[in-house]
């Protein structure tokens, strides 16, 4: 299984990025997948998750700003993220789960600064 996370970078406050999450190994339609971040010296937090259904769930920080998305053709899953703010500063990871499976990307650093 392997969850490969790209598209992190410096971009100036207001600006966009978006993340995509190559995933192998796993049936991808079946999973719920999900993107989290982690601050320098903070606990790894919940951005934004799709169902296989395609529902959405979104922390209340990022809720108007990112949108997440999945192309199940190509067990891929977005996060495009608008109106950057330096509070997104992170690395940002991908997560697969399916009932008690969960497997995590490598992450892809976001840098929110002027």
């Known amino acids: 299984v392997q969850l490969q996370a790209f598209g992190g970078g410096l971009v100036q406050p207001g600006g966009s990025l978006r993340l995509s999450c190559a995933a192998s190994?796993?049936?991808?339609?079946?999973?719920?997948m999900g993107w989290y971040r982690q601050a320098p010296g903070k606990q790894r937090e919940l951005v934004a998750t799709?169902?296989?259904?395609?529902?959405?769930n979104y922390a209340d920080s990022v809720k108007g700003r990112f949108t997440i998305s999945r192309d199940n053709a190509k067990n891929t899953v977005y996060l495009q993220m608008n109106t950057l703010k330096p509070e997104d500063t992170a690395v940002y990871y991908c997560?697969?789960?399916?009932?008690?499976?969960?497997?995590w990307g490598q992450g892809t650093e976001v840098t929110v600064s002027s």
């Open positions: 997560n697969g789960r399916f009932w008690s499976e969960a497997y």
């Open positions: 190994g796993i049936s991808f339609s079946r999973y719920t």
């Open positions: 799709i169902a296989a259904g395609l529902s959405t």
